[in-house]
C-alpha cells in the first residue's frame, strides 16, 4: 500500500506512562519503537542500534533534550520531532536552532504525532538509496553547489555538508528551481505539506542553518539569498 511506512522511532522522555502511550501509538501504525528516558540513554540508542526518527522531550535529567540533539546533530541527521510542554514561540525557535525539525506542545493531539511521524519518515526514507549508482539526473549543480538526489549528500565549495533531512528538502526546493523565489509559505507548503499559517519563524531559522553549512561567510551569502519582503531564492549562478 503506497501510505505503508516502516521504519524504527526512538521515543524518550522521563515520563514512561508518556514513552509508553507514545510507543502504542506508533507500533499501532506498524512502526517499531526503541524506548529511553533521559538525554544519556538516548545517545546511546542512537549509537548502538539503528534509529530513522527520533521524538525527544527537553526537560530530563542527567542530560536535556536540546543537550542531547546538538550531540545527536554532530553526526547524524535522521529526523528529529521535539515534543515538549513548552509553548513559547521562543522555546521553537530554539528547538528548531538546535536542529530539530518539527516541534509539538504537550498535551499533544494523538493523531497529528502521529501523522508528524509518518510524513517526516516517509520524507526521510524516500530521499534515495545509496545502493544506486547516481547519474546526471540526480546531481543539481548551481555555482559551486552540488546536491545529490540519491545519497541525499551536498557538496559546497567542495565541502560536503551536513544537512537535516528538512535542510535538505529545503535546499532542494530552492535549487531544482534557482532563480525563483519562495516565500515562506511556499517553502513550508512545498516541504512539509501542510498549510502555512505564521511559519515565517519556522522557515527563517531553517534557512538560516542551511547558510551557515553551505556559506563560506553567512553574512554575505553567495547562494541563498533573501529577496526583502518576498522570501528566498538560491541564485541562478552562485554569485
Same mark, same amino acid.
Given at each position: 500500500?503506497?501510505?505503508?511506512?516502516?521504519?524504527?522511532?526512538?521515543?524518550?522522555?522521563?515520563?514512561?506512562?508518556?514513552?509508553? =502511550?507514545?510507543? #502504542?501509538?506508533?507500533?499501532?501504525?506498524? /512502526? %517499531?519503537?526503541?524506548? +529511553?528516558?533521559?538525554?544519556?540513554?538516548?545517545l @546511546?540508542?542512537?549509537?548502538?542500534?539503528?534509529?530513522?526518527?527520533?521524538?525527544?522531550?527537553?526537560?530530563?535529567?542527567?542530560?536535556d533534550?536540546?543537550?542531547?540533539?546538538?550531540?545527536?546533530?554532530?553526526?547524524?541527521?535522521?529526523?528529529?520531532?521535539?515534543?515538549?510542554?513548552?509553548?513559547?514561540?521562543?522555546?521553537?525557535?530554539?528547538?528548531?536552532?538546535?536542529?530539530?525539525?518539527?516541534?509539538?506542545?504537550?498535551?499533544?493531539?494523538?493523531?497529528?504525532?502521529? =501523522?508528524?511521524? #509518518?510524513?517526516?519518515?516517509?520524507?526521510? /526514507? %524516500?530521499?534515495?538509496? +545509496?545502493?544506486?549508482?547516481?547519474?546526471?539526473? @540526480?546531481?543539481?549543480?548551481?555555482?559551486?553547489?552540488?546536491?545529490?538526489?540519491?545519497?541525499?549528500?551536498?557538496?559546497?565549495?567542495?565541502?560536503?555538508?551536513?544537512?537535516?533531512?528538512?535542510?535538505?528538502?529545503?535546499?532542494?526546493?530552492?535549487?531544482?528551481?534557482?532563480?525563483?523565489?519562495?516565500?515562506?509559505?511556499?517553502?513550508y507548503?512545498?516541504?512539509?505539506?501542510?498549510?502555512?499559517?505564521?511559519?515565517?519563524?519556522?522557515?527563517?531559522?531553517?534557512?538560516?542553518?542551511?547558510?551557515?553549512?553551505?556559506?563560506?561567510?553567512?553574512?554575505?551569502?553567495?547562494?541563498?539569498?533573501?529577496?526583502?519582503?518576498?522570501?528566498?531564492?538560491?541564485?541562478?549562478?552562485?554569485?
Amino acid at each position: 500500500m503506497e501510505n505503508v511506512v516502516n521504519g524504527t522511532v526512538l521515543v524518550v522522555d522521563d515520563d514512561r506512562d508518556i514513552v509508553s =502511550a507514545i510507543a #502504542k501509538l506508533l507500533e499501532d501504525e506498524g /512502526l %517499531s519503537v526503541i524506548k +529511553a528516558y533521559d538525554g544519556l540513554q538516548a545517545l @546511546d540508542k542512537i549509537t548502538s542500534e539503528k534509529v530513522d526518527l527520533l521524538v525527544i522531550d527537553i526537560m530530563m535529567p542527567r542530560l536535556d533534550g536540546l543537550s542531547a540533539l546538538m550531540k545527536i546533530r554532530q553526526s547524524n541527521n535522521i529526523p528529529v520531532i521535539v515534543l515538549s510542554a513548552k509553548s513559547e514561540d521562543t522555546d521553537k525557535i530554539l528547538g528548531l536552532s538546535m536542529g530539530a525539525d518539527d516541534y509539538i506542545t504537550k498535551p499533544y493531539n494523538p493523531m497529528e504525532l502521529t =501523522a508528524r511521524v #509518518k510524513a517526516h519518515l516517509r520524507r526521510y /526514507l %524516500s530521499l534515495g538509496s +545509496a545502493n544506486q549508482s547516481p547519474s546526471h539526473d @540526480d546531481i543539481i549543480r548551481v555555482g559551486g553547489l552540488e546536491l545529490d538526489k540519491q545519497t541525499h549528500t551536498v557538496i559546497a565549495d567542495g565541502r560536503q555538508s551536513s544537512l537535516t533531512a528538512t535542510e535538505y528538502k529545503i535546499l532542494r526546493l530552492l535549487m531544482e528551481n534557482a532563480g525563483r523565489i519562495f516565500s515562506a509559505e511556499n517553502i513550508y507548503q512545498n516541504v512539509w505539506n501542510e498549510d502555512a499559517y505564521a511559519v515565517e519563524n519556522t522557515v527563517m531559522v531553517h534557512i538560516r542553518h542551511i547558510r551557515e553549512k553551505i556559506e563560506i561567510n553567512p553574512k554575505e551569502p553567495r547562494y541563498l539569498k533573501v529577496v526583502w519582503g518576498i522570501g528566498y531564492k538560491i541564485e541562478k549562478h552562485g554569485k
